[in-house]
């Protein structure tokens, strides 16, 4: 079958992780096995556009990066003794692409087990997130720097220091004594990507929708391997019922609207329909999880025609269910929210009282404590509230609403 270039493209990344995973799986040697796998892609986009793409592409990429793996590997003669053990345990077949459609399960299973390895407990979790979007993800070294706004020479650093960090480590899924804890991890690394697309902590854009893509992207692909893992399910659901409303959360000039004013026409249907029946299948997978709950309080308000619909008693009950498992300083301050918005802003600022202690300087809280002291009259102190939140954040597009939210409150 011919393929356009862009068709190849997407073909390509699409099949990367698992052939990465594949190799690293079958012969350890992770940063060799991606230099193997560069040079196949290479290959392939060299080849295959304008020409009649293999039955089996993915196999075709596993035969020609092994023999580049074992061929580097020889090479190299300090690596003999590791070869020789390699050739030892690797099967008489194992050169020869699988016959088309065989063969694809095992090689689906390969991203799990590549994100179970870059998100190993041992790597901090920035050096998680770039090494999962540079193997999992199959972004470069300089679109991964763009994203988080470093150099690219800081971003290869980095993710040259977690490769070396993981040398040697044995790639296997992990038992079942260590399973859900390395899961939730990953489901972390995850849903740190996601938050960094959706609200960039830092520069002048408020939305990167290259990372919340890709977050989402990887996300379903765990989702196909673990159907049945209600956090699983949970964080897909929450993040696309997140994303749904990410073009109505900027105005014309890219300054950020808040829930409360935004143009409810221009959210996602098709993401909110989805997210919701995603959020009635994981509370039906075993006893809700923080993702789980987090994605059933964003479904009441996606479901909401209007603000002030808005089903804030249930928003309440979720949170306090959330606090109770989680007992998170950011799920404490959405419980602070949700509480003034049933109580009143007088309650809600006594209950802010609360976590001066937990989150003593972050500009969330002093961005809340204004929200509610606006709402309670207080001019002043809402206008010094917003100054110092707008001081504490290091987004554009966030600090500008803060102090145009103090500038138009009255003297």
Same mark, same amino acid.
């Given at each position: 079958?011919?393929?356009?270039?862009?068709?190849?493209?997407?073909?390509?990344?699409?099949?990367?992780?698992?052939?990465?995973?594949?190799?690293?799986?079958?012969?350890?040697?992770?940063?060799?096995?991606?230099?193997?796998?560069?040079?196949?892609?290479?290959?392939?986009?060299?080849?295959?556009?304008?020409?009649?793409?293999?039955?089996?592409?993915?196999?075709?990429?596993?035969?020609?990066?092994?023999?580049?793996?074992?061929?580097?590997?020889?090479?190299?003669?300090?690596?003999?003794?590791?070869?020789? +053990?390699?050739?030892?345990?690797? *099967?008489?077949?194992?050169?020869?692409?699988?016959?088309?459609?065989?063969?694809?399960?095992?090689?689906?299973? +390969?991203?799990?087990?590549?994100?179970?390895?870059?998100?190993?407990?041992?790597?901090?979790?920035?050096?998680?997130?770039?090494? $999962?979007?540079?193997?999992?993800?199959?972004? $470069?070294?300089?679109?991964?720097?763009?994203?988080?706004?470093? *150099?690219?020479? $800081?971003?290869?650093?980095?993710?040259?220091?977690?490769?070396?960090?993981?040398?040697?480590?044995?790639?296997?899924?992990?038992?079942?004594?260590?399973?859900?804890?390395?899961?939730?991890?990953?489901?972390?690394?995850?849903?740190?990507?996601?938050?960094?697309?959706?609200?960039?902590?830092?520069?002048?854009?408020?939305?990167?929708?290259?990372?919340?893509?890709e977050a989402i992207r990887l996300t379903r692909s765990v989702r196909r391997l673990l159907p049945?893992?209600?956090?699983?399910?949970?964080?897909?659901?929450?993040?696309?019922? $997140?994303?749904?409303?990410?073009?109505?959360?900027?105005?014309?000039?890219?300054?950020?609207?808040?829930?409360?004013?935004?143009?409810?026409?221009?959210?996602?249907?098709?993401?909110?329909?989805?997210?919701?029946?995603?959020?009635?299948?994981?509370?039906?997978?075993?006893?809700?999880?923080?993702?789980?709950?987090?994605?059933?309080?964003?479904?009441?308000?996606?479901?909401?025609?209007?603000?002030?619909?808005?089903?804030?008693p249930q928003i309440l009950a979720l949170y306090g269910h959330l606090v109770h498992r989680t007992?998170? *300083?950011?799920?404490?301050?959405?419980?602070?929210?949700?509480?003034?918005?049933?109580?009143?802003?007088?309650?809600?600022?006594?209950?802010?009282?609360?976590?001066? +202690?937990?989150?003593?300087?972050?500009?969330?809280?002093?961005?809340?404590?204004?929200?509610?002291?606006?709402?309670?009259?207080?001019?002043?102190?809402?206008?010094?509230?917003?100054?110092?939140?707008?001081?504490?954040?290091?987004?554009? *597009?966030?600090?500008?609403?803060?102090?145009?939210?103090?500038?138009?409150?009255?003297?």
């Amino acid at each position: 079958m011919l393929r356009r270039r862009s068709e190849v493209e997407d073909l390509l990344r699409r099949d990367a992780p698992q052939v990465l995973g594949a190799l690293v799986r079958r012969y350890g040697h992770f940063a060799s096995a991606e230099d193997a796998v560069q040079e196949a892609l290479l290959a392939a986009a060299r080849q295959w556009p304008g020409q009649r793409v293999p039955d089996n592409p993915r196999g075709w990429l596993i035969k020609v990066a092994s023999r580049r793996l074992m061929d580097q590997l020889r090479a190299d003669e300090a690596r003999k003794r590791r070869e020789e +053990d390699a050739a030892a345990l690797t *099967p008489r077949d194992a050169f020869t692409a699988p016959p088309p459609g065989e063969g694809r399960a095992p090689s689906e299973d +390969d991203t799990l087990t590549l994100l179970f390895l870059c998100c190993r407990p041992e790597l901090t979790p920035a050096a998680q997130v770039a090494l $999962t979007l540079r193997a999992v993800g199959g972004l $470069t070294t300089a679109e991964i720097a763009r994203a988080h706004l470093v *150099p690219e020479a $800081t971003m290869a650093q980095r993710i040259s220091r977690a490769k070396g960090r993981i040398k040697g480590v044995p790639f296997r899924q992990p038992g079942p004594e260590d399973r859900d804890a390395r899961l939730a991890v990953v489901l972390q690394v995850l849903y740190l990507i996601f938050n960094e697309g959706y609200t960039a902590t830092s520069g002048e854009a408020l939305h990167r929708a290259d990372l919340a893509g890709e977050a989402i992207r990887l996300t379903r692909s765990v989702r196909r391997l673990l159907p049945q893992e209600g956090a699983v399910t949970g964080l897909l659901a929450l993040m696309l019922l $997140t994303e749904a409303r990410a073009a109505a959360r900027t105005g014309p000039h890219g300054e950020l609207v808040p829930l409360d004013e935004q143009d409810r026409t221009r959210w996602d249907r098709r993401a909110i329909t989805e997210g919701t029946a995603l959020v009635e299948e994981a509370l039906s997978q075993g006893p809700p999880g923080a993702y789980q709950l987090q994605a059933a309080i964003a479904a009441l308000h996606d479901e909401a025609p209007r603000s002030e619909d808005t089903d804030w008693p249930q928003i309440l009950a979720l949170y306090g269910h959330l606090v109770h498992r989680t007992p998170e *300083p950011m799920a404490e301050l959405g419980r602070v929210v949700a509480h003034a918005m049933v109580h009143g802003p007088r309650a809600g600022l006594d209950e802010l009282a609360s976590l001066e +202690d937990q989150l003593k300087g972050h500009y969330r809280l002093d961005a809340v404590r204004a929200h509610l002291l606006e709402r309670a009259g207080d001019t002043e102190g809402a206008r010094t509230a917003y100054q110092l939140a707008a001081q504490g954040t290091l987004s554009g *597009p966030e600090a500008h609403y803060l102090r145009t939210r103090a500038a138009r409150l009255p003297s």
